[in-house]
């Protein structure tokens, strides 16, 4: 089975930087998608970066410019290099998987992600 788990959450002042990992396992050969979405309690998930198993990226217009997404295929690790943080960019960061999925674009819709990590939580202070 597939699992995810994030990690690299924590706290940062504005305009400072991080860098979220998420080690994926059971996922067999083949096409696939690995999203970054962030959201708190009460509030909207955003999804906010993805990635297609050919390297091809898509971003949330919030983003665009400030963050990066990247993977290492051969050790299944999806990165999320996030540059020039607001405190707006609070939130909790799950990292997602759809296996079927064969353009980034698409995974940047929670509802067709099929698989999610437990999320870690970054805070950017003033």
């Known amino acids: 089975r597939v699992e995810l788990v994030e990690s690299g959450g924590g706290g940062v002042q504005s305009g400072g930087s991080l860098t979220l990992s998420c080690a994926a396992s059971g996922f067999s050969y083949g096409w696939y998608c690995m999203s970054w979405f962030r959201r708190d309690p009460g509030k909207e998930r955003e999804g906010v970066a993805a990635i297609s198993s050919d390297g091809k990226v898509s971003y949330s217009d919030s983003v665009k410019g400030r963050f990066t997404i990247s993977q290492d295929n051969a050790k299944m690790i999806v990165y999320l290099q996030m540059n020039s943080l607001k405190p707006e960019d609070t939130s909790i960061y799950y990292c997602?998987?759809?296996?079927?999925?064969?353009?980034?674009?698409?995974?940047?819709?929670?509802?067709?992600?099929?698989?999610w990590g437990k999320g870690t939580r970054v805070t950017v202070s003033e």
């Open positions: 997602a998987a759809d296996p079927d999925c064969m353009s980034s674009n698409q995974a940047l819709d929670a509802y067709g992600m099929d698989f």
